[in-house]
């Protein structure tokens, strides 16, 4: 079973910068994808980057850059230029799938990123 760790999340002032983590252990399948998500209070989910191992890339947010390192099997999300708006607890998710086509069955604890104006 894969687990999820996010690291990396805190306070930031607009216009900065941050630079999540999400270290994922065990197996998974062979085809799989790994996304950022993230979510405040009493709001819909909703997604901001994703990756899969066919190298499809997709960041929904033109600030925000995903990235994977195979070798530390680690997936990163860096984020500039940031707004108030993108406060929100940030998760990390993986699933079978690829491209668009992906189930996130698994998921981290969440890291709080909260930008002060």
């Known amino acids: 079973q894969v687990q999820l760790v996010e690291s990396g999340g805190g306070p930031v002032q607009a216009g900065g910068s941050l630079r999540l983590s999400c270290t994922a252990s065990g197996n998974t399948s062979s085809d799989y994808c790994l996304g950022w998500f993230r979510r405040a209070p009493g709001k819909q989910r909703e997604a901001v980057a994703y990756?899969?191992?066919?190298g499809f890339v997709n960041s929904l947010k033109g600030r925000f850059t995903i990235s994977h390192d195979n070798a530390e099997n680690t997936l990163y999300l860096e984020m500039n230029t940031l707004e108030p708006e993108d406060t929100d607890m940030y998760y990390c998710?993986?699933?079978?799938?690829?491209?668009?086509?992906?189930?996130?069955?698994?998921w981290g604890q969440g890291t709080q990123v909260t930008v002060s104006s």
């Open positions: 998710a993986a699933g079978p799938g690829s491209g668009t086509s992906c189930t996130y069955n698994i």
């Open positions: 990756i899969d191992t066919r």
